[in-house]
């Protein structure tokens, strides 16, 4: 099945811990992005990749970080979690990062950092 | 600074019309996306706005107005499974979405 896959669906973590979040697509997209969704705040943007070798900050990326080897997989590492990064995370890919290219999203991971 | 304001919350009735407006300033303008959310699931994809004017699809249509930064997403022929949040993003000169925190709409019988 085409899309996006993310793992795990959900996960709770100590603090300090650290844990990796992963992602993976099948449609071929050059560009793959990871947001954070709170309660009452839009969609931030983490970090990003305009192709597979490159990856990019967003708006706030501090506390995570990202690698892209290959076209299919972008993983999200938190080197140490902290209760700030309770979060639902959204992985999306699209053709480019261009203006009419849709962003396609993942089902998303619940992370809870006590 | 960037920012996307749309309404927290709209009611409406189901078969009914229901019009969600969202303004945005953002530094340079490549385009004005809605996204539809239903609760614990993913955004999936509605709709795309570069040029002033309406596009319309089936029961939903987007509206754009560059000079006042400004659209609505207008949908009609309200049924329960149109019961979610519908965000707004603006993409800016660097090709980043700016996502507004997104609009809950519910559907009453």
């Known amino acids: 099945i085409a899309g996006i896959t993310q793992a795990p669906t959900s996960q709770i973590l100590a603090a300090g811990r650290r844990m990796t979040l992963r992602c993976t697509q099948d449609?071929?997209?050059?560009?793959m992005y990871w947001y954070r969704q709170d309660l009452g705040l839009g969609l931030r943007l983490i970090h990003y990749s305009n192709t597979a070798g490159t990856t990019g900050k967003g708006e706030v990326p501090d506390g995570y970080s990202v690698s892209r080897a290959n076209t299919d997989d972008f993983p999200l590492t938190l080197a140490s979690a902290v209760p700030s990064q309770t979060s639902v995370y959204f992985c999306?890919?699209?053709?480019?990062?261009?203006?009419?290219?849709?962003?396609?999203f993942g089902p998303g991971t619940r992370l809870t950092v006590l | 600074g960037q920012n996307i304001d749309q309404p927290t919350e709209m009611t409406a009735t189901e078969g009914a019309i229901v019009q969600i407006n969202c303004t945005y300033q953002t530094s340079g303008f490549n385009g004005l996306f809605w996204y539809q959310q239903h609760a614990g699931e993913a955004p999936t994809f509605l709709s795309y706005n570069v040029l002033d004017g309406l596009e319309e699809k089936g029961r939903f249509s987007s509206f754009l107005s560059r000079s006042k930064g400004y659209s609505y997403l207008l949908l009609k022929e309200l049924q329960m499974k149109d019961s979610a949040s519908y965000l707004c993003a603006a993409m800016d000169s660097n090709y980043q979405l700016i996502w507004g925190a997104g609009t809950k709409l519910i559907i009453k019988p």
């Open positions: 449609m071929r997209h050059n560009a």
């Open positions: 999306a890919s699209s053709d480019s990062r261009g203006g009419t290219d849709t962003q396609y």
